[in-house]
């Protein structure tokens, strides 16, 4: 029996890459929907082995864009998560990183035109609601790859991708700091392990993040990315320790969730302002989520949370209202510019940013005729 095709685009953004859509072109009901995109990523296998999943969460991601009525908005993007190994396909949070490919995407299918040499569209996330600006080179009313532009956790340069968020705060939480303050102590209990204390920041200005000191679970915070995932006491307790302080977040259960994410902090090594380790939850980061960036580097701005017991803001790092916060993680560092603020100068307000994309294949992605036929369910 015939599969249905799908136009589709291969696409590296920042340090992820996906599969991208038009949302036009897949069915509009969810759960449909949700069906054709695990059958199109080959999910749930670990091994992804029956779709185009690279069997990695950076490598298990869809972005379905659409042209905007709304206004002041050029384009829409809805993020899609999905895991190797199970079913699941979480909208809920954004992903900084596979924004950065979707005015290419947008420009490469024709949905927008070019402006000249430099071009610039608004986005909305449809996740959050989350806007931002994105400027690209367009010469010659083509999108520009090639450059020199360098982003730890991709080898070799590229074209830079210029991303503004314009109002990040409380994107899925209810606020910025969504206990109320910008330091908690929790006590976390669980079989397995004995129960242990430690000092959080909760916070989300772009993506839920609990920050904590990674000596305050017994490791450095130098760790390589493989042996933290190999620690499995360490991610037990850190599993543990998110779906404890989930609940005082007002997120609930996040048992099949993919936030918060859990950032592990220490004192820089390499000249920024703090080092990172970060699970998505339940892998290490080979670098650092785009939106993830952000939040540690508010973090780091905002007086009284737990960055400000091991980060450093080198000399200089501050001018003319804007902060540039050097978030050290496995691969590099990722630099994160905070400009203005609101009355209380504790909330950015807006972050920007640099990142690359390339776009790596064109044609159809091919979906099993069972899964779905092509016509649009009612």
Not at 118 to 127: A, D, M
Not at 274 to 280: G, L, N
């Amino acid at each position: 029996m015939r599969q249905t095709a799908i136009p589709a685009m291969w696409m590296r953004g920042g340090t992820s890459k996906g599969l991208f859509l038009r949302a036009e072109d897949v069915p509009q009901q969810q759960s449909l929907r949700d069906r054709v995109l695990l059958a199109a990523m080959g999910s749930p296998d670990v091994r992804q082995i029956d779709g185009l999943g690279g069997a990695h969460p950076l490598t298990s991601k869809v972005g379905l864009v659409s042209r905007s009525s709304r206004e002041g908005m050029d384009l829409e993007f809805l993020f899609a998560q999905l895991q190797p190994s199970q079913d699941t396909v979480d909208t809920t949070p954004n992903c900084g990183n596979m924004l950065a490919a979707v005015v290419p995407f947008a420009l490469e299918s024709g949905m927008v035109q070019p402006q000249g040499e430099r071009s610039t569209f608004r986005v909305l996330t449809l996740n959050t609601g989350m806007a931002a600006d994105i400027t690209l080179a367009t010469p010659e009313g083509l999108v520009e790859y090639e450059g020199s532009t360098h982003i730890d956790g991709v080898p070799g340069g590229a074209a830079p991708i210029e991303i503004a968020f314009l109002d990040t705060a409380g994107s899925v939480c209810a606020s910025l700091l969504p206990t109320g303050q910008p330091r908690d102590t929790v006590t976390v209990t669980g079989e397995g392990f004995a129960p242990f204390s430690l000092e959080v920041t909760c916070i989300d200005n772009g993506m839920p993040l609990v920050i904590f000191k990674a000596a305050d679970l017994g490791v450095t915070g130098q760790e390589s990315v493989a042996a933290l995932n190999a620690d499995t006491g360490l991610k037990q307790r850190i599993e543990a320790l998110r779906l404890h302080v989930a609940k005082t977040m007002g997120l609930g259960d996040v048992s099949t969730r993919n936030y918060p994410k859990m950032t592990l902090i220490a004192a820089p090594q390499r000249g920024g302002s703090i080092a990172t380790r970060s699970f998505i939850p339940h892998v290490c980061h080979e670098a650092i989520g785009v939106l993830a960036a952000v939040t540690v580097a508010t973090a780091v701005k905002l007086p009284g949370t737990v960055c400000a017991d091991v980060a450093q803001l080198p000399p200089g790092q501050e001018a003319e209202g804007r902060t540039t916060v050097s978030v050290e993680h496995p691969s590099g560092e990722f630099s994160v510019t905070l400009q203005g603020a609101a009355a209380d100068s504790a909330v950015p307000g807006s972050a920007a940013l640099l990142r690359t994309a390339r776009l790596l294949m064109r044609g159809e992605v091919m979906v099993p005729h069972a899964v779905w036929s092509g016509q649009q369910a009612a």
